[in-house]
């Protein structure tokens, strides 16, 4: 009996474990690829087509059928969701406010030595191409969420209203301004103002990364008021609109709220005035902003021309051009820029706009980008 | 390659195994089988590394053989052995303390005015901790005419190689496990109760340790710490290390008895020591034996007076810390330890709190441990000071940091699994024992923790063990 129950255990135990390439097998099969792990037969193995190998492995094995039967049994899902690299963390604090894990490591956590200091010398670099051809440089520095509204994360560790300041974000920016560089530091601008009172709209939209139609109009009003123009009148108009947007982060946790159930929002569309061309062509604009995901919002998808672009649009009575990359705004943006040179002509300004995490983040990469001549 | 991760287990382990039961149990066919698949385990992580474990096994097999003959002079044979072992020390030295030692002097050379150390530094080589020693047992032994050579280099080199226990221990003394290489035996049983082990040490590793990790990590790297997050963090990485390496040791020895070998057993329940020296009898049993065998009592152990054999301790754990990890941290890990040892043998092999209660002992002592794990965890002296400081800091006024770091921190599933740990560590049941002696509930757990395991493995990248690091 008991020798019965040791080799009907052994071979369970190895049947469990077998499952896993039986099952990657029958999937490659019918999708007539060849049987994961039959590369390494192919390739000769350094490090380097191991490592690939490995990847490979681990890419399948998110993919086998098996594996995602077992992780679905009862438990692992609460398991993972207090660390899930592949799945991406969130932090739920107090519904309905979610914040991006990552970003809340950014402030708990201690950064490496000479965070920040990459950055301040590729924006110090962009300045100087730049005022070469004569251009001038205004940098926006877009909110760490978790940073600007802490006490939101957890109201149990919640002990005061103040935003916080990473050190190292801050001694980036005083670099640049030492060097002269024209800095619109938007956690400094929010800090300075009174949080609003319960039953206000917040900065930031309680389920998204970004900030709310408020929180962009204070972005765009001290990014107007850097810039220092008077505004042309007669241009643009606007108009107030109520939509409905899907909220990045709810998306990311899992079970969003239908569209439906989403709460309106109010918010300012800018069109032209009558007899007027329409907001969207910037060809020719005097001011050119590079961008991340925070000019995105508001500015396409569920509404379109309600976003930092059309607002500060709007401000100047002059169209703005955008260069924009989701999460590339330390970067790509300028590595776009730099491939096509003939966005800068007969611009005045570049409001290059990247976002607080990049300051801080020891993953976001801050090449130097050549401008063409 | 991880024993924790889906290529091990879904694709090498199988693989092996049925190799393995193929070939005829006589002659020297699964021992070659072995071997191949040790190599084959030991250079996916770099394949120019097997080359340099091949040529240490050469080096450390032929002395061996000369080492036993029974012709040889005594004073060759001490020639022979400081060759083998210095051999051996010289491959330790150069793949892991060469770089710290350049650093060290460039250190000093800057404040001298020195020329700098060469800039050549590379990765650690992945498991030379423990073939190296693996190595010196096997010379000493044979010197010590405790053991005569094996007759095999296809046995020695699977030894030395052997993939259970080739990255992470236990350390297997030469003596003891050499006689298993030439026979021993297999049965349903001996295979149940190996898998059995191994499902537990998985589960230990993935479903304890890797869910504690993050926990250890957020207090550690925390950019502001007061005194309950500094503990619970501790806590949770004394927890995390126990059953990461706890794991690590039952998969280990799970994996053995699946090829017919016995390990010995390398941890029991070492938090429910009562003392320093009890803790040390229980933690990393396989290191420690080692270094009282091969170090201490050839240093003179207790023998030479009370003043001797608290240099023997310091000496003897100082190097026992700086084997972990080439930093001046796990020196200082090992002195602590080496102090409260020394300080235990001059009160006559007691601890000071010696008249408390059990459970305030076992506490105590817990306490000590843990107050050392900052040492070994932290990632300098400056850091590990900072985190002193932050475990007496009751003034409550954390930042936006602090309080950030505590919403992930004090979070339910963090505090469930450290009850749990807390709650398997101080219960009486020993893995080791638990699954030699399988009933029908114990074989339900186990394949159920096995699939638990698997699950959380398929949807994670698989996370390294923390003592491959050393």
């Not at chain 2, 420690?288 to 009592?297: E, K, N, V």
């Not at chain 2, 399988?438 to 699939?451: A, E, S, V």
Request: with cysteine; glycine share 10%.
């Amino acid at each position: 009996m008991k020798a019965r129950r040791e080799r009907k255990f052994v071979l369970l135990c190895l049947a469990a474990l077998v499952a896993l390439p039986l099952a990657q097998w029958w999937v490659d099969l019918a999708a007539g690829q060849a049987p994961t792990g039959t590369v390494l037969l192919r390739r000769f193995p350094t490090v380097a087509h191991l490592r690939v190998a490995e990847a490979d492995f681990a890419a399948a094995t998110a993919r086998n059928p098996y594996a995602r039967l077992l992780a679905g049994l009862p438990g692992l899902a609460w398991l993972r969701g207090i660390e899930a690299p592949v799945l991406e963390g969130r932090v739920v604090a107090d519904e309905p406010w979610l914040f991006y894990r990552p970003d809340v490591r950014l402030v708990s956590q201690r950064r490496p030595p000479g965070t920040g200091e990459r950055a301040s010398a590729a924006i110090l670099d962009w300045r100087r191409q730049l005022a070469e051809q004569g251009i001038r440089l205004v940098v926006v520095v877009a909110p760490l969420k978790p940073a600007l509204l802490p006490d939101r994360v957890a109201r149990r560790f919640a002990v005061g209203g103040a935003a916080w300041r990473a050190p190292e974000a801050t001694a980036a920016v005083a670099r640049c301004r030492t060097a002269g560089v024209e800095v619109v530091d938007l956690p400094e601008v929010f800090a300075a103002l009174p949080a609003p009172a319960p039953g206000e709209e917040p900065w930031y939209e309680p389920g998204d990364t970004h900030w709310s139609q408020r929180g962009l109009h204070v972005a765009a009003d001290a990014i107007i008021e850097t810039i220092g123009w008077a505004r042309v009148p007669g241009v643009y108009q606007v108009r107030e609109e109520m939509v409905r947007r899907p909220a990045d982060l709810e998306r990311l946790r899992g079970g969003a709220p239908a569209a439906d159930d989403r709460p309106k929002e109010a918010c300012l569309v800018v069109a032209a005035a009558p007899g007027r061309a329409p907001v969207t062509p910037s060809a020719g604009a005097e001011v050119l902003l590079l961008g991340d995901s925070f000019c995105r919002i508001f500015e396409e998808g569920e509404v379109t021309g309600a976003g930092l672009r059309s607002q500060l649009a709007w401000r100047l009575g002059r169209p703005v051009g955008l260069i924009r990359q989701d999460g590339g705004g330390a970067t790509l943006v300028r590595q776009e820029l730099a491939r096509h040179p003939e966005r800068l002509h007969g611009v005045k300004v570049v409001v290059w706009e990247f976002a607080e995490r990049d300051l801080l983040s020891a993953e976001t990469e801050w090449a130097q980008v050549e401008l063409p001549r | 390659m991880v024993f924790a991760s889906p290529i091990f287990l879904g694709y090498f382990l199988p693989l092996v195994l049925g190799g393995y039961y193929l070939l005829p149990a006589t002659g020297p066919a699964r021992n070659r089988w072995l071997l191949g698949a040790s190599y084959v385990f030991y250079g996916w992580w770099d394949p120019r590394l097997v080359p340099a474990l091949f040529a240490l096994t050469l080096a450390t097999f032929g002395l061996a053989r000369w080492l036993g003959r029974a012709d040889l002079a005594e004073n060759r044979r001490r020639a022979g052995l400081a060759i083998g072992v210095g051999l051996a020390l010289v491959v330790l030295f150069v793949g892991k303390y060469l770089g710290f030692a350049f650093d060290n002097y460039d250190r000093l050379a800057a404040a001298w005015g020195w020329s700098a150390a060469p800039a050549a530094r590379w990765a650690l080589p992945l498991g030379i901790s423990f073939f190296t020693f693996h190595a010196i047992s096997t010379l000493v032994d044979v010197h010590r005419r405790q053991a005569k050579p094996m007759d095999s280099l296809v046995d020695f080199a699977c030894y030395l190689a052997f993939f259970p226990q080739l990255i992470a221990g236990p350390i297997l003394r030469f003596g003891e496990i050499a006689p298993a290489y030439a026979q021993r035996r297999h049965s349903w049983a001996q295979a149940a109760s190996g898998l059995a082990l191994f499902s537990l040490g998985l589960a230990k590793k993935v479903l304890i340790a890797d869910t504690l990790a993050p926990a250890a990590d957020l207090a550690f790297g925390a950019r502001e710490l007061d005194a309950p997050a500094a503990w619970f963090g501790l806590v949770a990485y004394g927890l995390q290390l126990y059953y990461d390496f706890g794991g690590y040791s039952d998969m280990a020895t799970g994996l053995a008895r699946l090829f017919g070998f016995s390990f010995p057993r390398n941890f029991n329940a070492p938090y429910l020591a009562e003392s320093i020296t009890d803790f040390w009898r229980r933690w990393h049993i396989s290191l420690g034996t080692f270094l009282r065998d091969y170090l201490y009592i050839p240093l003179g152990g207790n023998r030479r007076g009370a003043g001797r054999t608290v240099l023997n301790l310091l000496i003897v754990m100082v190097l026992g810390g700086l084997w972990h990890g080439a930093a001046w941290t796990f020196v200082c890990w090992g002195l602590w330890h080496g102090v409260l040892l020394a300080a235990e043998r001059l009160l006559g092999g007691r601890a000071w709190y010696e008249d408390l209660p059990r459970f305030l002992r076992v506490l105590a002592t817990f306490g000590l441990v843990l107050l050392g794990w900052v040492l070994f965890r932290a990632e300098s002296l400056a850091a590990a000071g900072d985190y002193y400081a932050a475990l007496v800091r009751f003034d409550g006024t954390a930042g936006a940091p602090g309080r950030l770091l505590g919403a992930e921190l004090f979070a339910a599933p963090h505090l469930l699994i450290m009850v749990l740990g807390l709650g398997l560590m101080w219960s009486r049941r020993r893995a080791h024992e638990w699954s030699g002696q399988l009933t029908r509930r114990r074989t339900l757990l186990c394949l159920l923790l096995l699939l638990l395991a698997l699950g959380v493995l398929s949807t994670q990248r698989s996370t390294h063990f923390l003592y491959f690091q050393f």
